[in-house]
């Protein structure tokens, strides 16, 4: 049975695409099998990212509905290690859906106070849907395009506002040329540093692994 991660955000551009894409190739890299499922309608992973001759033969890419997004998920989940939910950035249907198939929900987050309010809502919603039903579904922020050098006294202040609201945080993904690069070069982090064609790749492959060390850590606690 896979293990279903959710890029889950109601916030458009906040980094949903960047983070599955970069969390898959970190995956397929150490010989993971994954499944990237697009529910956005655009189907930008597929059309956009996916190619064959430059993307690991480990990972595979479909997109559904966000009517489908649940058989579609059933449909593959036996087949893959992990499956990776990609969904559009609007508080819709398809995120609902996501979250709700979801082991483990992942909201990538700018520094801001209006990125935090809608990754509160994600939060909370993911919190009242735990209270009602039998399954546990883990939720964590992950604080995305931070500034490698300083930080403005709004973001130093949005930290501390998520540490008031009890926000839990996995970790800080960092601004860097190579998340770009991923959907320019349609590749993965692995690939972009071995061919040394993005200097910051090394750093962004090391903060997406120790994201999804701290992502291990959390599911051994809680089944602890
Ligand atoms: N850590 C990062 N460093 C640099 N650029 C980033 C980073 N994360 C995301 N971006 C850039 O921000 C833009 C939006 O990212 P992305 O498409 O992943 O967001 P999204 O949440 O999937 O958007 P949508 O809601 O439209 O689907 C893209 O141009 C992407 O390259
Ligand atoms: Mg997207």
């Known amino acids: 049975m ?11 551009g906040c980094g949903k695409s960047t983070l599955a894409v970069a969390i898959a190739g970190v995956y397929a890299s150490n010989g993971t099998s994954v499944l990237l499922i697009d529910a956005d309608a655009r189907r930008r992973l597929e059309d956009e990212w996916f190619n064959a001759k430059t993307v690991s033969a480990n990972i ?15 449909s593959y989940r ?14 819709n ?19 801001s106070f209006q990125d935090l309010r809608d990754a509160q809502k994600v939060y909370d919603h993911v919190d009242s849907l735990n209270k009602e039903s039998k399954r546990y579904r883990h939720c964590w922020i992950v ?6 050098a ?6 130093t202040a949005t930290m501390e506002e998520a540490v008031q609201n ?4 996995l970790g800080t993904i960092h601004e860097r040329d190579a998340y770009k690069a991923i959907f320019s070069y349609q590749s993965t982090l692995d690939k972009l540093r071995e061919g040394n064609a993005v200097p910051s ?3 962004a492959e090391s903060e997406i692994a120790r994201l999804i060390t701290a992502m291990h850590d959390e599911l051994e606690k809680k089944a602890a």
């Not at 595979?60 to 059933?74: A, G, M, N, P």
């Not at 036996?78 to 508080?91: F, L, R």
């Not at 009890?166 to 945080?169: E, Q, S, Y």
């Open 2 to 12: 896979a293990f279903i991660i959710a890029c889950a955000s109601s916030k458009g």
């Open 60 to 74: 595979h890419v479909v997109s559904t509905r966000s009517d489908d997004l649940s058989k579609t998920v059933e």
């Open 78 to 91: 036996d087949k893959y290690d992990v499956i990776i939910i990609d969904v559009e950035g609007s508080a």
């Open 93 to 111: 249907w398809g995120l609902a859906e996501a979250i709700k198939a979801a082991d483990f929900c992942l909201v990538p987050s700018n520094v």
């Open 143 to 148: 604080w995305n395009r931070v500034p490698p």
């Open 150 to 155: 300083i930080r403005s006294k709004e973001m």
């Open 166 to 169: 009890g926000l839990p945080v």
């Open 201 to 203: 790749a090394a750093k």
